[in-house]
């Protein structure tokens, strides 16, 4: 898992090596300026009246060189450590994204929107302040644990005992807050996760919220989210807040006994122990204990992003369910398409067979309609063409080629599919539209606009085809939304074009001059048209009805009308609906 995620460090390697070396360097000066401390308080010490110790001059400015030298490695220090770490986490949000892009449809139903964007943001983050620390810290920390220990040993053995002992008495205080802390942070995050979960959700639907005056209780829900994050980060800090105090009441205790053995030592007056020496002392047991907490600490980041570079490296690792063919296909032939025994289900509940042993044959320039109740699997079952899906079971073939032989981009050029919940982006009307073609002229794009019906209503927005469309296409109706969702598919010049309720928001009328427009403008493109109203789909070639994900009907509208029991039930709710509801209405199927 972590090499997975460092795999991401990629141009930051050398800053993030050389981050850890500039800190051994300031880790050496902190060392050193103690040790050259003694000389000079002992040449201050041994100095006559009147008489000037040039020494003490020397040892101060070497003191003044190490001091600059810290300074400098701690400053130097801490620009790497911040460029390392940034870049890395841009590197991983980055790696992140591009592997997303590959995902097929069943991968992104196997995470969650709000899991996906907690992941990139907040996971990252954490990791991001994890490596950061451990870059700094996890190799200057141990390094000047063991240069202290080491000077202590040299300046006086027992003493070097007695900061032992400390050592791993504060380590031992240290590690058991840090153990108990670790739990309810962990939840901390978790709960974090659910927040996220209801902030997405509800602002994404604000509307729906609003419309079903569900704000008091969508409030509980998050006032909840947000209580919950509160008080797992209140007794979290309230284990936390243990530590500094600890650490300071380790420090003075063990300060108190350095003073007293040491003091006794130099009363004493027959160690070899000075008065000069015990500041050093006092210096390095600071130092040691310092580092055992800050290596500690270390490891409690580490810990609690655990977590994190999981959820990261389970996006990163992902594999697209999409394989690619080894002689991929590059050109399509033509818009035919043929389901051979096709059964389908979807990941998440794979006991479910969503479409069962389907075997159909469109001929090139077919206008098919798709007709079925609400979850019989006509989405299903066109999810299928520009392979959005693979099937579970038998073969889609497109142009006479299986769609798993298809390069993915050429299929999907070639299929082009107005989705059920379909989106517009931030930005103008054209820009919008060129999703459909980067290299549509403005001719081309108004004649794409005509057939779909959109150009009277763009004509008559301000600004026209530079009227901004705002966050998600807010700014039009659904309608229109539609309809220029549809130009834009229209302009991709595909040879097979599939509506899935496409114009379940568009008017009557209009709903059929867009269709005979298709006739007439686009008679060699293969059409397939999913509707709730039988009058989007009675002029088709064939008429599929779908019931429980099996083919129940196969005909033109008089032959199914003649003939097929669900389709004759259809037509016959819809047609008495008609005088009471002008736009149809909804099937029961
Ligand atoms: N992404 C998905 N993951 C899991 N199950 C799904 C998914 N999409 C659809 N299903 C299930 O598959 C079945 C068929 O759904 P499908 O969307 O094909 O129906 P539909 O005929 O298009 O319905 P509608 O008219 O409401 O659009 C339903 O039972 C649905 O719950
Ligand atoms: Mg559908």
Known sequence: MVKTLLKSVKQYKTVSILTPVVMIGEAAMEIAIPFLMQYLLGAIRQMQPGVFNMDILWYGLAMLACAAFALFCGIMGGRLASKASAGFAANLRYDMYDNIQTYSFANIDNFSTASLITRITTDVSNVQLAYQMCIRMLVRAPVLFIMATVMTFIISPTMGGIFIVAAVILGIIVAVIMVKVAKPFRIMFRKYDDLNRVVQEDLTAIRVVKSYVREEHEMEKMRKAVGDVYDYAVKAEKLLNWLTPVVQGVIYVAMILLLLVGGN????????????????????????????????????????????????????????????????????????????????????????????????????????????????????????????????AGTVKVGGVDVKDYNLDTLRSEVAMVLQKNVLFSGTVIEN?????????????????????????????????????????????????????????????????????????????????????????????????????????????????????????????????????????????????????????????
């Not at 075997?359 to 109740?373: D, M, P, Q, R």
């Not at 403008?521 to 048209?529: F, L, R």
């Not at 008429?543 to 097929?564: F, P, R, S």
Request: some cysteine; charged content about 25%; proline content about 2%.
């Open 433 to 589: 539209l060129r999703w459909g073609d980067e290299n549509a002229t403005q001719e081309e794009i108004e004649e794409a606009c005509r057939q779909a019906c959109a150009d009277e209503f763009i004509q008559q927005l301000p600004g026209g085809y530079n009227y901004d469309l705002g966050q998600g296409g807010v700014n039009v109706s659904g309608g229109q939304k539609q309809r220029l969702c549809i130009a834009r598919a229209l302009l991709r010049k595909p040879k097979i074009i599939i509506f899935d309720d496409s114009t379940s928001a568009v008017d009557t009328k209009t709903d059929a001059m867009i269709r005979q427009a298709l006739r007439t403008h686009a008679p060699e493109v293969t059409k397939i048209i999913i509707a709730q109203r039988v009058a989007s789909v009675e002029d088709a070639d064939r008429i599929i009805v779908l019931d429980e994900g099996k083919i129940v009907g196969l005909g033109t509208h008089e032959e199914l009308l003649a003939g097929n029991e669900i389709y004759q039930e259809v037509y016959l709710s819809q047609v008495k609906g008609k005088g009471e509801e002008e736009d149809g209405g909804e099937n029961n199927g």
């Open 265 to 392: 030592a130099i009363i004493a007056g027959n160690t070899g122990l000075e008065i000069e020496n015990l500041t050093a002392l006092l210096q390095y047991m600071t130092q040691i204990l310092t580092a055992v907490m800050l290596v500690a600490m270390c490891l409690q980041y580490i810990s609690l992003s655990k977590g994190s570079m999981d959820r990261i490296a389970e996006v990163l690792e992902e594999k697209t369910t999409l394989p690619k063919p080894k002689a991929p296909v590059f050109e399509v032939k033509d818009g035919s398409i043929d389901f051979e025994d096709v059964s389908m289900s979807y990941l998440q509940k794979a006991d479910v067979t969503v479409l069962d042993n389907i075997n159909l044959h469109i001929k090139s320039g077919e206008t098919i309609g798709i007709i079925g109740a609400t979850g019989s699997g006509k989405s299903s079952l066109v999810s299928l063409i520009p392979r959005l899906y693979d099937a579970a």
